[in-house]
Nanobody, 122 residues
Framework: QVQLVESGGGLVQAGGSLRLSCAAS????????MGWFRQAAGKEREFVAA????????SYTDSVKGRFTISRDNVKNTLHLQMNSLNSEDTAVYYC???????????????WGKGTLVTVSS
């Protein structure tokens, strides 16, 4: 069992930066690939970024490549998403999730956090 708690969301101006964090409980954090997903109002949840169990592999959706960086610390059981050059289209609730690497794009993850809201003002 893994419990995930996101933090770091808030209101930021377009062009600004935010760093999201996800704290994981349990001893099996390093057993899971981790991902960030987001859901904007009135839209379906979408994949944002993923990182493999060791941190050696990462994947990003095209719209955030070059702007967002996912990272993890398997000692501190934490996941991060550094978001730079934010724009209004990045406004959404951001969720961290744990599961299998091959299911990242489909969103079929095993565990989900409750989300943190990111609002980008233009």
């Amino acid at each position: 069992q893994v419990q995930l708690v996101e933090s770091g969301g808030g209101l930021v101006q377009a062009g600004g930066s935010l760093r999201l964090s996800c704290a994981a409980s349990g001893r099996t954090f390093s057993s899971y690939a981790m991902g960030w997903f987001r859901q904007a109002a009135g839209k379906e949840r979408e994949f944002v970024a993923a990182i493999s169990r060791s941190g050696g592999l990462t994947s990003y959706t095209d719209s955030v490549k070059g702007r967002f960086t996912i990272s993890r610390d398997n000692v501190k059981n934490t996941l991060h998403l550094q978001m730079n050059s934010l724009n209004s289209e990045d406004t959404a609730v951001y969720y961290c999730a744990a599961g299998a690497w091959y299911r990242m794009n489909s969103g079929g993850m095993d565990y989900w956090g409750k989300g943190t809201l990111v609002t980008v003002s233009s």
